[in-house]
């Protein structure tokens, strides 16, 4: 990657330390020490040393250059780039230093990603196999064959008999079009990567305290005293967001990491914590135990703004020390330590990955966290926050606004309610796209019936049961015949060898995708398989959410290469064949062919009123884009300039309409802002009181409001008693009546409630403790395949379940056997700073593949001694379900004894055989490798069919 400063910029004077206000943000890049891609390296040379790299040799000397403002595809911090473009061909790529999120830092994937502007390795044309062939064909062949098929399938199972995985990858307008397709083709049976990621945070931060999103930012972090990060890699996962982190500590911030394995996170802490996988919410009632045994708590806090604290108490009670160490292998004073260096540096802010969310009680583990920080008050307050670093580039954007299987855009329920919701936005007639589901009633698991237009889809997570388990036992006309992947990577899933069987047995199987992935060769399918080329981020323009909630208009760079196709043109042609183009499109723009991204993002704004997607019109977010350099670094509020005094990119909730100009919310919930600044309070989403008790806050509200105290969320009602009605336009009034705030589609009730300092969703207490989980207070429960067994007596999981979204999932009848006597070694798995997801793209990317060369497992040096195990000697991996992986050992002390890491980014190889000749010629990855999940097992959350990917159990012996 090269380095060049195109414009000379003044630096301001010297302060003490590098974020002193008197330094540029410039200043701050040229300053920093660290060593987080290879734009913060060139950071620390003077820019007279910064000078055009080989590297980017040009097609034309003669020719313009044009510049593209664009943001990274991998993860979800949202880093911006700069892409030369020359004769439609991007030849280079410069540091965007104005961005206020990366400030011209890159990771490795981020530093490579022109490759993806010349790859030869793509799905080139649409493709399907012939007699176990693949062969070319044209997009109109393909589309007219896969419909039919479909509709085929459709005449004869329903609607329900196709499955399909969205994309954590697509543009919020792709991923928004994905989920509005799923609704008129009449089913719920859609879902995306967020299933197997973050859907255990998503769901235990909406019912603790309303939105299930990150609370503050990476750049806040700026501000915390103490960073807690607990399942989290970020100088892997998320290396840029290290710049942050490292800075603050810099400042004095005391850093605690706490996972299972020694990270190279771990190796920056001033505290590391290592623990037993699977003990997350013993280990932080630990801490807690700690924190009310010394009286630590924020008293005042918890009285005003906490409901059910004294129940979480009560359980917390039970975890003193000893039993602490028994479960989790942490003594006291590690735990103690942890609990002092919390209490003494506030606020602070509690980092969690994926290491906290993929287990069967992950929402157990995600509600402990919250009850940690809602005792020491460090929610709703700069340099506090629940920080959930999110995967994907746009995974909390689909979150939002894409197909999920259990709510609608902008996590309106399934209920008839909120599909009334979005036909007025559609402008479709409720009964017509009700008629387009099955109208039959299935067992909804708990003593009743429900249609299926009301009833959660089948997850991502689980496919393959709705392909394989017996039709009778399943809650819908008949099991899955139809898969279409658009978008989705099937190594990143559980159960590999169950998966094989399943993409075998479908009637149909579709790839949408810019890259074959592994669903084009897992399987040993002959015919009925389709390949359709996707076009990449780069080669179609749309808005992104990163994991701050900041959305970012990403333009597009080139055209697509090859045949590729954007996710909006794909779903229009796809729509057009199945015969509800017409309604699904109606109010937005396509000109041959080509669906405008800017008009289904204003679809989006008209709609999302419950999250605030409706202030950020295309020509805001654009506005930004072009005026990064106004935004600081630490607040990312505009100082000056056409959008002065707004957040980077309006962080949703940005409520009302364009026109009101909200400035978006940096932090969430922060009672010290006005409403009309960002500020907040906690959401009043459950009512305002249970079994007699008040769930309003109590003392407590948001800078400026007239209601000095709680009050419920807003409806039409509400606002004639306050006698604040006829603020409302006479056209307002008409969309108003009768409606709350998320339905009244003028956005007038949000307007006045705004107007008088309140928030429109109301001023409620988070909840400690969730009536409507199965565990309300969280309690720890052994993972399945445990190596514990001698803690299941006093920790059980749960009992079987019959239906529990449409299947029948297993709890104690797994947990029944005990494994680990066979398979002593705890496994888990996580990422690499090389690779990204399910890693087709980044190993197709030669700068990239060149890194990381073997999938590999890191074991303990006594437990490859016990296993008769060298370093660098190929090993199997056996789980307890019978998947096996060949793969190298990589013998360390990274991994304490008992516990096993594998990578999730590697496929191409299945049980020792490399699966190279089923690819179309020329598009294998460079690299390949088994993947982690052929030997991972069966294990689902009890909330939101999570699968459990971070605790399960394996051997490993010579190869």
Known sequence: MKLTKKKASAAGAAAPGLLGKALTRRAFLQGSGLAVGGAAVAGMLPTSMMRKAKAARRIDPDAEIREVLTVCGHCSVGCSTIAEVQNGVWVGQEPALDSPINLGAHCAKGAALRNHGHSTRRVKYPMKKVAGRWERISWEEAIEEIGDKLLHIRDESGPDSLWFAGSSKANNEGAYLQRKFAAFWGSNNCDHQARICHSTTV????????????????????????????????????????????????????????????????????????????????????????????????????????????????????????????????????????????????????????????????????????????????????????????????????????????????????????????????????????????????????????????????????????????????????NVRAVMMWGHAPNSQTRGPEMKEAMEKVDLLVVIDPYPTVTAVLHERSDDTYLLPAATQFEQTGSVTASNRSIQWREQVIEPLY?????????????????????????????????????????????????????????????????????????????????????????????????????????????????????????????????????????????????????????????????WWDDLTDEEKEYAEGRSWTTDLSGGIIRVAMEHGCHPFGNAKARAYVWNFPDPVPLHREPLYTPRYDLVEDFPTYEDRKVFYRLPTRFESVQATDYSDDYPLIHTSGRLVEYEGGGEETRSNPWLAELKQDMFVEINPADANDAGVRNGEMVWLEGPEGGRIRIKALVTDRVGRGTVFTPFHFGGHFQGEDLIDRYPEGAAPYVRGESTNTATTYGYDSVTMMQETKTTLCRVTPA
């Open 563 to 723: 045949e590729h196709k954007s996710d909006s043109d794909i779903a229009y042609m796809l729509a057009s064949k199945l015969g509800f183009a017409d309604e699904m499109f109606k109010n937005i723009e396509v000109a041959d062919g080509h669906v405008s991204p800017e008009s289904v993002l204003r679809e989006i704004n008209r709609g999302t009123w419950s999250i605030g997607y409706t202030g950020q019109s295309p020509e805001r977010l654009k506005e930004h884009m072009a005026n990064q350099k106004s935004f600081d670094v630490k607040s990312l509020k505009a100082q000056g300039g056409p959008v002065d005094g707004e957040t980077y990119c309006l962080p949703w909730p940005c409520y009302g309409t364009p026109e009101i100009k909200h400035p978006g919310t940096h932090v969430l919930y922060d009672t010290s802002k006005h409403v009309m600044d960002g500020g907040g309070n906690f959401r009043a989403n459950f009512g305002t009181d249970y079994e007699g008790e008040n769930l309003l806050a109590e003392g407590s509200w948001s800078e400026g409001a007239e209601i000095e105290d709680g009050y419920p969320e807003f409806d039409s009602e509400l606002l004639k008693q306050l006698g």
């Open 203 to 478: 769901a235990g931060v909406a019912n603790t305290w309303g939105y299930g999103a990150q609370t503050n930012s990476y750049n806040d972090i700026l501000n915390s005293k103490c960073i807690v990060m607990c399942g989290s890699n970020a100088a892997e996962a998320h290396p840029v967001a290290m710049q942050m982190i490292l800075r603050a500590k810099e400042q004095g911030s005391k850093m605690v990491v706490m996972d299972p394995r020694f990270t190279r996170t771990a190796a920056h802490a001033d505290t590391y914590v290592r623990f037993r996988s699977g003990t997350d919410v013993a280990l932080i009632w630990g801490i807690l135990y700690h924190v009310f045994e010394n009286e630590w708590e924020d008293t005042e806090y918890l009285a005003q703004r906490v409901f059910g604290m004294d129940r979480v108490r009560e359980e917390v009670s039970k975890w003193t020390p000893d039993q602490v160490e028994r479960v989790t292998g942490v003594s006291e004073e590690g735990v103690y330590e942890v609990a002092r260096i919390m209490a003494e540096n506030r606020p602070g802010t509690f980092v969690w990955c994926m290491g906290g969310t993929q287990h069967t009680i992950g929402n157990n583990y995600v509600r402990a966290y919250n009850c940690l920080q809602l005792a020491l008050g460090n929610i709703g307050v700069e340099g506090g926050g629940a920080n959930i670093f999110r995967g994907h580039d746009n995974v909390q954007g689909a979150t939002d606004v894409g197909p999920n299987p259990d709510n609608l855009p902008g996590y309106y329920p399934i209920s008839e309610g909120g599909w009334q919701h979005w036909c007025r936005v559609w402008d479709v007639d409720y009964d017509w796209l009700s008629a387009r589901f099955d109208q039959d009633e299935y067992d909804d698991g708990q003593g009743g019936t429900v249609k299926p237009m009301n009833s959660g889809g089948i997850t991502v997570s689980r496919w393959i049961d709705g392909v394989l388990e017996d039709a009778d036992n399943i809650s819908q006309r008949d």
